[in-house]
């Protein structure tokens, strides 16, 4: 039987697309839903904000999200570095596999299967604004505006594509959380109606050199928060390289930038005491705000400078392990303080799809890009897999389909969430499915429950040697119960019971009672190497600094 064009415009203006694409497909949804991928840089799950003990300031929306979502407690990445991690996601596959294995090596390639082109291959409209960090045009969307690189706080730039298919840079006024969020809004109002959407909302916050809004300053009462117990970790009972790392909050913060001290209000003969070698940069975003906003933001931190002069004066800050703990408390405020923006941004998200009435039709995810050290190891940044940089923060939400107020406890990786979106919007079919190495998360979310023939390890992958933060290249997997790791450039490997040393203070790798542990271990780890088809010389030999990989799929 043949149809008239006609005809059939008839019958979509009476179910629309989105509507009939699912009844022809036997997925889960009877409606595609929303999509709203809310993806912030460098989120500490130790600060997600869900619940009281892990706020250390007030997150009332985070809150919010978690008790009419799910929370993921164990969520992890596989290469714990913003754009790897974001290749993972985009593609649902390794790093090995997807080609991005550490920024700055070589552009994502954007020809490769993704969830969002799958998506819009499915009919979704789709759009991203804000942090991308793939070096390439971001392919899959309809609409896009990214920031250059890391982006800027203040009055930050994007860059789009003109008519002739140009990149062109824009300054836009504000600040970048608040910006990227009128950018989605904006774009969800002028969005058709009667077809889903995917709109990734990439925040900058509250990535490194960690600048809260102005309104913000000062609201962040850091004086009841404490450091954490291994905070002055001394690296005792681990790999010999773990000393050598250069992420530490008491030697490699840069003093007039991430701790926004004055450098002209620090006294000259002061000025060696207080900068680390080779750390004495100044805030380079501070430069892009006006004269009135400089001056609040400078009145602000000169109450900050002034504590540091006077506990250099007192002597009181002259005990290194004082002044690194000055340091954290000045890192802490900073980095909640980003938060604040980034909470307000999901309020006003929420609220939006509230008002327009899309709110159970619409699953919302909220994923940092990697973990974060808040002080655990002395450390800030990300890169190892001590379990603060490797798990990330994850909340699914979609009201009448994921139970509300769950915690889960099963373990997750940022390979799963193309499958579980894909799936979602059934568009799940055995061509898209097969690019995924990552498992659809529906049936943990919709149940909250962990299926019965889950997986029980995870593979990770650190690829960067030894970069900026002298992380080394290692891999690794985790299991319910332990973390091994090979660090391929010195050759060592640590193995934390998790259970017994959540902290991660002592390697067991040698311990003769975990003998039969480690050969488990090891097997799995060859195992889970084997299935996810990691080249056998991957990560590379022992000293090799730069391993290619091309995409395949
Ligand atoms: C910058 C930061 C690093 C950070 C990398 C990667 N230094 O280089 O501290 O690890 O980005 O971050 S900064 O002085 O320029 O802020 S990532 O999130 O993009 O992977
Ligand atoms: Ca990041």
Redesign the pocket.
């Known amino acids: 039987m043949k149809f008239s064009g006609s005809f059939l415009a008839g019958i979509l203006l009476l179910f629309p697309l989105s509507t009939v694409k699912a009844q022809q497909n036997d997925a889960r949804p009877t409606k595609q839903p929303n999509i709203l991928f809310i993806i912030t840089?460098?989120h500490a799950y130790q600060t997600l904000g869900t619940t009281k003990s892990d706020s250390p300031t007030p997150l009332p929306n985070f809150n919010k999200l978690a008790k009419q979502g799910m929370v993921f407690d164990r969520s992890y990445c596989a290469n714990s570095?913003?754009?790897p991690s974001r290749a993972c996601i985009l593609t649902g596959r390794h790093s090995h596999m997807n080609g991005f294995v550490y920024?700055g090596q070589r552009p994502f390639d954007g020809s490769q299967p993704t969830y969002p082109k799958m998506l819009q291959k499915a009919g979704y409209q789709t759009a991203l604004f804000g942090k991308w960090?793939l070096e390439s045009n971001p392919t899959g969307f309809d609409k896009w505006e990214i920031f250059p690189g890391?982006g800027s706080y203040f009055n930050p730039d994007f860059i789009s594509i003109d008519e002739k298919g140009k990149r062109q840079t824009k300054r836009v006024n504000g600040y970048a959380t608040d910006v990227v969020t009128d950018k989605c809004i904006e774009w969800m109002e002028q969005r058709d109606k009667n077809r889903p959407f995917l709109l990734v909302v990439g925040h900058k916050a509250p990535?490194?050199?960690w600048c809260p809004a102005l309104r913000h300053l000062g609201k962040v009462d850091v004086s009841k928060l404490t450091p954490p117990k291994n905070f002055h970790d001394n690296y005792a009972n681990r790999p010999e390289f773990l000393k050598k790392n250069a992420?530490t909050v008491a030697n490699h913060m840069?003093i007039f930038?991430?701790l926004k001290v004055l450098k002209n209000q620090v006294p000259e003969n002061m000025r060696k005491d207080v900068i680390s070698p080779g750390y004495g940069w100044e805030l380079g975003d501070v430069n892009r705000l006006s004269p009135e906003e400089k001056k609040i933001w400078t009145d602000y931190y000169s109450k900050r400078t002034k504590s540091l002069v006077d506990g250099m004066k007192s002597g009181k800050l002259k005990d290194p392990k004082k002044f690194a703990e000055w340091k954290w408390y000045a890192y802490i405020e900073d980095y909640l303080g980003c938060l604040l923006s980034v909470d307000e941004s999901i309020g006003r998200l929420m609220k939006y799809l509230d008002k327009e009435g899309i709110s159970r039709d619409t699953l919302v995810i909220y994923c940092g890009?990697?973990g974060f050290y808040m002080g655990e190891h002395g450390m800030y940044?990300?890169?190892w897999i001590f379990e603060e940089s490797f798990r990330m923060p994850l909340i699914m939400r979609w009201p009448g389909t994921i139970p509300a107020g769950v915690r889960n406890n099963t373990i997750v990786q940022n390979i799963d969430y193309a499958p579980t979106m894909i799936t979602a919007a059934g568009a799940n079919t055995p061509e898209n499915m097969k690019t995924f190495q990552g498992l659809s998360l529906l049936p943990v979310a919709t149940t909250g429950k962990t299926p019965k023939d889950w997986r029980d390890a995870i593979y990770y992958c650190f690829y960067e040697n030894p970069g900026?933060?002298n992380a080394p290249r290692h891999d690794g997997i985790r299991t319910e119960r332990y973390t091994l790791s090979y660090i391929w450039t010195s050759d060592e490997w640590m193995l934390f019971d998790m259970k017994k040393d959540p902290s991660q203070m002592r390697n067991v790798f040698n311990d003769p009672q975990y003998k039969s542990v480690v050969q488990s271990l090891q097997k799995k780890y060859h195992e889970l190497r084997t299935n996810y088809r990691v080249p056998e010389n991957s990560p590379g030999p022992v000293g090799t600094p730069k391993p290619k990989f091309e995409a395949s799929w």
């Open positions: 840089d460098d570095l913003c754009g920024n960090h890391q990535h490194r050199a992420q840069a930038s991430d890009d990697q940044d990300k890169r900026e933060h």
